[in-house]
């Protein structure tokens, strides 16, 4: 039988992530270049990173919070969207590199006010039988936004504009998300969390325990940055490197859409399952590639962890909590992740500075082999329960 069509809001949302990434993604790659011309260290490009995803992190989690306890959730969305649109491109007018954090931030809070409510909507517009699809769309629009941004900004510099003015152009597709955002009404039947007598009820510990082994797994998924520098390592020229990173977003939202259905056929843990080995293969992989072919061939197979892992991650979210808990619920996801991605970082940075590239990738492999093990006896425990 053909699925169902997903609701309004759920494409909706699903464009809005495809305009929001185009915008980000026409900034992201210039970045590291233009706070270099403004006087800015590395030391300092990572302290702009860190604090914004801190900030962001932390955030998820406050919104997640305030989404349990209203039945309005799209203003909270809407703001969050508006705030990152508007303040992304102000990078333009910065004159010293401290300007830069000043936005970047500013652009994380946004992120940080919309995505717990933002997947809340998701959760609640679909059935459990089609929440895998509902968020596989998501990722993929997103990755597709991940595609088109770096090639507008590519084909502005072509052009001749000046690397300030493609920031400002970031604004088109900012605007763009925002008036998608503003078709869409949100149905205000779902309900707020249920108090108890000492409090709002607490998340259950299956989902508690859920987040520890997700923790283990996000200890070892540094940022893909570190797959960019082993790419440098292996020959692969600098002006090519964003052709490799187009090709890997094409293969990660093509094959997000796909994963997220084939959650709603499998078991969510057995997707993640796959998922994950995919990463841990194309980790080692990398580690003892010795050719630029090798990393082509990588970077494709990796888009399978993306597409089949993220849709089924936030779908079990979805599966452990009781409705009237999913904000805190996601709030709590996205901030583990992200405050785990801190000492990841560190950890693959450390290895790789005072080991090697090969030493840090094959460890982060098994790393992840350990979590996957957890995943599986927590699956079996948690089935018991």
Same mark, same amino acid.
Request: charged share 15%.
């Given at each position: 039988?053909?699925?169902?069509?997903?609701?309004?809001?759920?494409?909706?949302?699903?464009?809005?992530?495809?305009?929001?990434?185009?915008?980000?993604?026409?900034?992201?790659?210039?970045?590291?270049?233009?706070?270099?011309?403004?006087?800015?260290?590395?030391?300092?490009?990572?302290?702009?990173?860190?604090?914004?995803?801190?900030?962001?992190?932390? @955030?998820?989690?406050?919104?997640?919070?305030?989404?349990?306890?209203?039945?309005?959730?799209?203003?909270?969305?809407?703001?969050?969207?508006?705030?990152?649109?508007?303040?992304?491109?102000?990078?333009?007018?910065?004159?010293?590199?401290?300007?830069?954090?000043?936005?970047?931030?500013?652009?994380?809070?946004?992120?940080?006010?919309?995505?717990?409510?933002?997947?809340?909507?998701?959760?609640?517009?679909?059935?459990?039988?089609?929440?895998?699809?509902?968020?596989?769309?998501?990722?993929?629009?997103?990755?597709?936004?991940?595609?088109?941004?770096?090639?507008?900004?590519?084909?502005?510099?072509?052009?001749?504009?000046?690397?300030?003015?493609?920031?400002?152009?970031?604004?088109?597709?900012?605007?763009?998300?925002?008036?998608?955002?503003?078709?869409?009404?949100?149905?205000?039947?779902?309900?707020?969390?249920?108090?108890?007598?000492?409090?709002?009820?607490?998340?259950?510990?299956?989902?508690?325990?859920?987040?520890?082994?997700?923790? +283990?797994?996000?200890?070892?998924?540094?940022?893909?940055?570190? @797959?960019?520098?082993?790419?440098?390592?292996?020959?692969?020229?600098?002006?090519?490197?964003?052709?490799?990173?187009?090709?890997?977003? +094409?293969?990660?939202?093509? @094959?997000?859409?796909?994963?997220?259905?084939?959650?709603?056929?499998?078991?969510?843990?057995?997707?993640?399952?796959?998922?994950?080995?995919?990463?841990?293969?194309?980790?080692?992989?990398?580690?003892?590639?010795?050719?630029?072919?090798?990393?082509?061939?990588?970077?494709?197979?990796?888009?399978?962890?993306?597409?089949?892992?993220?849709?089924?991650?936030?779908?079990?979210?979805?599966?452990?909590?009781?409705?009237?808990?999913?904000?805190?619920?996601?709030?709590?996801?996205?901030?583990?992740?992200?405050?785990?991605?801190?000492?990841?970082?560190?950890?693959?940075?450390?290895?790789?500075?005072?080991?090697?590239?090969?030493?840090?990738?094959?460890?982060?492999?098994?790393?992840?082999?350990?979590?996957?093990?957890?995943?599986?006896?927590?699956?079996?425990?948690?089935?018991?329960?």
């Amino acid at each position: 039988m053909p699925a169902p069509r997903l609701p309004k809001i759920v494409i909706a949302l699903a464009i809005t992530s495809f305009f929001t990434d185009i915008g980000t993604e026409m900034i992201a790659p210039l970045l590291p270049a233009y706070l270099a011309s403004l006087g800015a260290t590395p030391l300092f490009l990572g302290l702009i990173e860190g604090v914004a995803d801190a900030t962001s992190s932390v @955030l998820k989690l406050a919104s997640g919070i305030v989404a349990d306890r209203t039945t309005k959730r799209m203003p909270v969305v809407f703001a969050g969207y508006a705030l990152a649109s508007l303040v992304r491109p102000l990078v333009a007018f910065a004159t010293a590199p401290w300007h830069v954090l000043a936005v970047r931030v500013t652009d994380r809070v946004g992120k940080g006010l919309r995505t717990a409510p933002r997947d809340l909507l998701l959760a609640n517009a679909v059935k459990g039988e089609d929440a895998g699809r509902a968020f596989g769309l998501h990722q993929a629009m997103d990755h597709a936004g991940a595609i088109v941004g770096p090639l507008a900004a590519t084909a502005l510099l072509a052009m001749g504009v000046s690397v300030r003015n493609v920031f400002l152009f970031a604004l088109v597709p900012g605007l763009l998300a925002m008036i998608t955002l503003m078709s869409v009404r949100e149905d205000a039947t779902t309900p707020k969390a249920k108090a108890t007598s000492q409090g709002v009820k607490p998340l259950n510990r299956t989902f508690i325990s859920y987040l520890l082994v997700l923790a +283990v797994f996000c200890l070892a998924n540094s940022s893909d940055a570190f @797959l960019l520098l082993r790419a440098s390592e292996l020959g692969i020229p600098r002006h090519t490197l964003p052709l490799v990173w187009a090709a890997f977003h +094409v293969s990660k939202s093509t @094959l997000s859409y796909l994963g997220g259905r084939l959650a709603d056929r499998y078991p969510r843990v057995r997707m993640m399952v796959i998922g994950w080995l995919i990463f841990a293969v194309t980790y080692v992989g990398f580690a003892y590639a010795t050719r630029p072919l090798h990393v082509w061939l990588l970077f494709i197979v990796y888009g399978g962890y993306y597409g089949l892992a993220e849709p089924s991650e936030k779908a079990l979210v979805r599966d452990l909590v009781p409705e009237e808990s999913r904000g805190r619920a996601f709030g709590a996801f996205h901030f583990v992740i992200g405050i785990v991605t801190i000492p990841a970082g560190l950890l693959m940075g450390a290895l790789w500075t005072w080991q090697s590239s090969r030493v840090a990738l094959t460890l982060a492999s098994g790393l992840v082999l350990l979590a996957t093990l957890m995943l599986v006896v927590w699956s079996r425990m948690a089935r018991r329960a």
